[in-house]
């Protein structure tokens, strides 16, 4: 018995010590914890004592003191009637932009792609048949009428001819010579395409439904992607008499105003097409239009500075402006910038100058 209780005396040893290690660490886990919350309790003990003063009955209380409460103790929680709250009844005034309505011109425009021709070309064929001997001209050489382009040889097996010139019927400049020495040819092949450089148009095809407002002398744009940032003015200087029925387009010709030898013929034009234009109309800026899926409206400028939401009937739309068919009279002013601010009755200042209703406003 003795030696067994020996034995396991070791074994008991180490769970008295685990039991002490861990007892040990509990106690002092707790330990801490009671001394934190005393530490706590003896901060917070001083904010209790009474150290601020209740204020001395009938004296009033220092400026931005809260009381015990949260709320300020110099007055209400409401602010007083002349307290830094607009007062009731006050009304905004807000500043904006504005135009006046007056007649004007609208125009509306298409834009269509063209290519730079020569003002006239010319198909130069031989008068005989037979094999192109020689190109008396290169590409791009001007020639006068009469001068010689190419040779042709109009001998056969057995038979021998001299040469026979090929001879341009206009002045202009060699666009392109088709064909190459030693070719057979007839009198249907063209033997070159000359033209006059000094006469470049825009040849384009307008859509059918843009055509009842053209006519010659129809104003355009024209831009060049190898000429960034430039625009031309244009004229319309031919109409074709016949519609395409394929594509249902018109052929037209516009001549340039002013030259510029960086165009060159072959070139990618862009035209900017007048389609239409109403002139001595009524019109108002796009900027002070308000519209909606159903109708159109402005916010009129009243003498008193305040504005009306008017509705208002649009007609012909252009690029910056519409034309107003009824609703505003002329020499009224619109609002054009600050509208998405406004209501029915609002007082506004106008700035830049423009509209007068500046005037008697509140600032």
């Avoid at 791009?140 to 382009?149: P, S």
């Amino acid at each position: 018995m003795k030696r067994a209780i020996w034995r396991s005396l070791p074994q008991v040893i180490i769970v008295l010590i685990i039991v002490a290690v861990g007892a040990s660490i509990v106690l002092k886990e707790l330990g801490v914890s009671f001394a934190k919350k005393s530490a706590a309790a003896e901060r917070k003990a001083p904010s209790q004592s009474g150290i601020v003063a209740p204020a001395t009955a009938g004296a009033p209380a220092a400026a931005g003191s809260i009381a015990a409460n949260g709320a300020p103790s110099g007055g209400s929680a409401n602010a007083s009637p002349g307290g830094a709250s607009a007062a009731p009844g006050s009304s905004r005034t807000i500043v904006v932009r504005a135009a006046s309505i007056a007649p004007g011109s609208i125009r509306n425009y298409t834009k269509i792609n063209g290519d730079v021709v020569s003002g006239n070309e010319t198909k130069i064929y031989p008068a005989v048949s037979g094999k192109l001997l020689e190109r008396k001209v290169p590409v791009g050489a001007w020639v006068a009428k009469g001068d010689t382009i190419a040779l042709v040889d109009p001998s056969k097996v057995g038979e021998s001819y001299l040469p026979n010139p090929v001879e341009s019927t206009v002045a202009g400049t060699i666009l392109s010579i088709p064909v190459n020495e030693g070719d057979t040819i007839s009198m249907n092949t063209v033997i070159a395409m000359v033209g006059n450089l000094s006469d470049r148009k825009i040849s384009t095809s307008v859509p059918e439904r843009f055509l009842a407002n053209l006519r010659i002398g129809t104003p355009a744009e024209i831009s060049f992607d190898a000429i960034p940032a430039t625009t031309y003015p244009a004229h319309i200087t031919e109409l074709s008499p016949v519609l395409d029925t394929s594509s249902r387009t018109l052929e037209v010709k516009l001549s340039l105003d002013s030259r510029d030898p960086r165009i060159l013929v072959g070139m990618f034009a862009t035209v900017k097409l007048e389609t239409e234009n109403k002139r001595n109309v009524l019109v108002i800026p796009r900027s002070a239009v308000i519209l909606t899926s159903t109708d159109a409206s402005a916010f009129v400028i009243k003498p008193d500075s305040t504005v009306e939401r008017r509705a208002i009937v649009l007609g012909t739309e252009g690029e910056d402006a519409f034309e107003v068919k009824s609703g505003l009279l002329a020499s009224e002013k619109v609002v054009t910038e600050g509208k998405s601010s406004l209501s029915n009755g609002d007082k506004v200042r106008v700035i830049d100058g423009q509209g007068g209703a500046e005037d008697g406003a509140a600032r």
